[in-house]
C-alpha cells in the first residue's frame, strides 16, 4: 500500500508488536497515540480539555448549538483532525533530529542503503522510513457517538446539555440511563449496519488524514489501528464518562476490537463489523482481538470454523 515491491512485502519482517516492515529496507517510529474519546470530550467542552482546563482542542462552538446529529459528528471529526494536525506538527519537529538524539549506529551497520548512504538507518539511511500514528479507544468512540444519536437525536430523551451534565456528574443519578446505553446493542462489533457504517466512515477519515504525509525523515505517515498494552487503560484514565454506559476513568477499546464485552451477538457478527473496515487504510498493522470458548473449535468441526474465520478475516 506505500509502495513497497511484491518481493519485499512477501519477505516483511514484524517489527515492534504487530507491525510489517520491508526486511533491512525499512524503518517505523511511533510518535503519537491517538484517544478517540477526547475528540468527543472536546465537542461537549468547545476544545477545553475537562480533565485539565487547557484550551488543546479547537473551537467548534456551545454544546447546544448541534441541531441535528450529522453537525454533532462533523464537529467530532475536526477536533479529531485539529488533535492529528497537531500531533504530526510537534513529530515534525523533533523526528528531524532524530539521528542525533537517539543515533542508531550498530542497526544502522546492517542496513545496506544506510551503508551507501552514510544515514543513520532511523533517519533517512532507510528506502521506507515511516512515522506511525496509533489509535486507542476506536470503537468505543463509535460506541459513544452511536449514543449521543440514539440519547439526543432519535429518541430525544434529552438535550446535549442535559447529556453534557449527567457525564460531568459521571452518571451520578441516572444509573438506569447508564444500564440502559451499556446494554444497548447498537455497538461496534455486532454487525449492525448502522453502527458498522459510521465505524467504516471514522477508519477512512483516519486513514485519508494519515497516510502518505511526509514526514521529516525523507519518508511518510502511516496510521495503524493498533493500541500499544496498558494505552487503553491509560487513555481511559484521563477521559471522562463517555455516553455509551462508561464511568469516568474506565478503560477503553483497543486495536480493531470491540470495546471490551460488547460483542453480544457472536463471532460471525464481530468478523462482519471488522471485515466492514478496509484494512488497506491502517497499513501501519490491523490487529483483532478475538475472545472464543474452547469448546467452539474442538473437533474437525470446530477447527473448520476456526478456519474459516482466519480466512475471512485475512
Request: with cysteine.
Amino acid at each position: 500500500g506505500y509502495g513497497v515491491t511484491a518481493e519485499e512485502a512477501r519477505t516483511c519482517d514484524i517489527s515492534g508488536c504487530y507491525e510489517p516492515i520491508a526486511r533491512a529496507r525499512g524503518n517505523c517510529t511511533i510518535v503519537a497515540y491517538l484517544n478517540m474519546l477526547k475528540p468527543l470530550e472536546l465537542v461537549f467542552s468547545n476544545g477545553v480539555d475537562p480533565l485539565t482546563g487547557i484550551e488543546c482542542g479547537t473551537r467548534t462552538g456551545p454544546v447546544g448549538s448541534f441541531t441535528t446529529f450529522d453537525s454533532f459528528y462533523a464537529a467530532y471529526i475536526s477536533q479529531l483532525d485539529h488533535i492529528i494536525e497537531s500531533a504530526i506538527t510537534v513529530a515534525n519537529e523533533f523526528e528531524q533530529y532524530l539521528n542525533l538524539i537517539n543515533p542508531t549506529n550498530v542497526y544502522s551497520a546492517t542496513i545496506e542503503s544506510s551503508l551507501k548512504t552514510a544515514k543513520d538507518a532511523f533517519h533517512t539511511g532507510c528506502i521506507y522510513n515511516l512515522s506511525s500514528i496509533l489509535t486507542a479507544g476506536f470503537a468505543t468512540a463509535v460506541d459513544a457517538l452511536m449514543a449521543v444519536k440514539e440519547i439526543v437525536y432519535d429518541t430525544g430523551m434529552m438535550t446535549l446539555e442535559k447529556l453534557w451534565q449527567v457525564l460531568r456528574s459521571n452518571w451520578e443519578g441516572h444509573e438506569t440511563l447508564r444500564l440502559k446505553m451499556l446494554a444497548s446493542r447498537r455497538k461496534y462489533g455486532n454487525g449492525i449496519e448502522e453502527v458498522d457504517r459510521y465505524a467504516e466512515a471514522l477508519s477512512r477519515f483516519l486513514g485519508n488524514k494519515v497516510n502518505m504525509r511526509p514526514n521529516s525523515r525523507g519518508g511518510f505517515y502511516i496510521h495503524s489501528m493498533h493500541t500499544p498494552p496498558r494505552y487503553y487503560l491509560t487513555h481511559g484514565q484521563k477521559t471522562g464518562a463517555t455516553p455509551d454506559g462508561r464511568r469516568a476513568g474506565e478503560e477503553i477499546s483497543r486495536n480493531a476490537s470491540p470495546t471490551m464485552g460488547m460483542d453480544v451477538s457472536g463471532v460471525t457478527a464481530l468478523i462482519r463489523s471488522a471485515t466492514r473496515l478496509d484494512s488497506a487504510f491502517h497499513p501501519g498493522d490491523f490487529p483483532l482481538d478475538v475472545m472464543l470458548h474452547p469448546s467452539t473449535v474442538q473437533g474437525e468441526d470446530g477447527l473448520a470454523a476456526m478456519r474459516t474465520l482466519l480466512a475471512v478475516y485475512m
